[in-house]
C-alpha cells in the first residue's frame, strides 16, 4: 500500500470521527469532505470504497444509534430525541430507524433497558446494521451524489 | 493461573514517530529498545507502571511477509486494528495537557457517564486509545 493510499485512509477515517462527534449537528457534505481536504464526490466516492458505506448512511447510523441509546436510557419523548440527534422531521426520523433497526422507535423503548456498559462499547455493540442495509446504501448513496446535505436528504429522494 | 498481563502490542506505520507520540505527547516511557537486524523490540509502559509493556509493532519482515504487512497497515489506516485503554486520574486535565502539546486527533472530549469521565483519541496511524478517569466509589467508615 502506497503512502498516497494510507494518507487517504486516515483523512477519511478523520471524516468519519468527526461525523462520529458532531452527530447532532447540521452536518453537510461538502463541510466533512472538507476534514479529509476532498472535494464532495471524490469523498463520498473514496469514503464508500474504504468503509463499504456512503457518508451519509453512516452518519444515519450513528444518529439512530444515538436515538437508541436515548429511547433506553431516557424518558425523552421520540420527538425530542428525534431533534436531539440530528433529524430535522419526525417523519423521517421514524422511517430511517425503522428502516435501519428493524421496528418503530416506540416499539424499541418498549422492549430495551438501559444497558450497564461502558460508552465506548455501546456506541459500537449497539450501532444497528439494518436487515436492508445493502439496498437502503445504495439508495443513500444515490441520494448523497444528489445532495449537498446529510441532513434529510434520503428522505426527500427516496421512493 | 495466569497472574498478569506482561505485554501486548499496537501496530504503527513508523516505530519512531509512534515513540513521539507515545512518549513525547501521550506520556508514556520506553520499556525497552532492543535491535537485532531488521528487528526492533521497541516498547513503551505508564510510568510507574512497568508490569506490562506495550510493543510498538510496525508491520512487516522478518514477522510478516509483504503482503500480510500491507494488508495489516491497510487496517491500521482505517482503525479497525482494535484498541487500547488507559486509566488516568484527571481526564479533563489530560485533555488539555494533551492539546497543548499538539495533539488533535480526539474522537470525543472528556465526557462523564456513570462509571467515570472518559476520553477518545488516535495516535497518528489511526489507532484508538480511550483514557478514563474512573468514578471515585465512597468506602464505608470502618472502626
Known amino acids: 500500500m502506497s503512502r498516497e493510499v494510507e494518507d487517504l485512509n486516515r483523512r477519511l477515517l478523520r471524516a468519519r470521527d468527526a461525523m462520529d462527534r458532531a452527530f447532532a449537528e447540521p452536518l453537510d457534505v461538502p463541510a466533512v469532505a472538507a476534514v479529509a481536504h476532498l472535494s464532495e ?30 429511547l433506553r436510557e431516557t424518558d425523552r419523548s421520540v420527538t425530542d430525541i428525534c431533534f436531539d440527534v440530528g433529524f430535522t422531521s419526525r417523519g423521517t426520523f421514524c422511517r430511517t430507524f425503522r428502516e435501519i433497526v428493524g421496528e418503530p422507535p416506540s416499539d424499541y423503548r418498549r422492549g430495551h433497558w438501559p444497558m450497564v456498559a461502558p460508552h465506548c462499547f455501546q456506541m459500537a455493540a449497539t450501532r444497528p446494521v439494518g436487515a436492508a442495509r445493502a439496498a437502503g446504501a445504495a439508495r443513500a448513496a444515490g441520494a448523497a451524489m444528489r445532495s449537498s446535505s446529510f441532513g434529510d436528504a434520503f428522505a426527500a429522494t427516496a421512493p | 493461573m495466569i497472574t498478569k498481563l506482561n505485554a501486548t502490542s499496537v501496530k504503527v506505520l513508523d516505530q519512531e514517530e509512534a515513540l513521539d507520540f507515545y512518549v513525547n505527547k501521550l506520556g508514556l516511557e520506553v520499556g525497552q529498545d532492543i535491535k537485532q537486524g531488521n528487528f526492533r523490540w521497541l516498547t513503551v509502559r505508564v510510568p510507574g507502571e512497568p508490569g506490562t509493556e506495550i510493543f510498538l509493532e510496525e508491520p512487516g519482515p522478518p514477522v510478516h511477509d509483504e503482503a500480510t504487512a500491507e494488508q495489516l497497515r491497510e487496517l491500521i489506516t482505517k482503525g479497525a486494528m482494535g484498541s487500547l485503554v488507559f486509566n488516568t486520574d484527571d481526564a479533563r486535565g489530560l485533555y488539555e495537557t494533551l492539546k497543548a502539546r499538539g495533539v488533535t486527533d480526539f474522537t470525543q472530549e472528556p465526557t462523564d457517564h456513570f462509571y467515570g469521565t472518559d476520553m477518545g483519541v488516535r495516535d497518528p496511524f489511526g489507532n484508538a486509545i480511550r483514557i478514563l478517569q474512573p468514578k471515585k466509589v465512597a468506602r464505608a467508615a470502618t472502626a
Open chain 1, 41 to 70: 464526490a471524490h469523498f463520498i466516492r473514496s469514503f464508500r470504497a474504504v468503509f463499504g458505506e456512503t457518508p451519509h448512511r453512516y452518519l444515519q447510523r450513528r444518529r439512530v444509534e444515538r436515538s437508541m441509546f436515548l
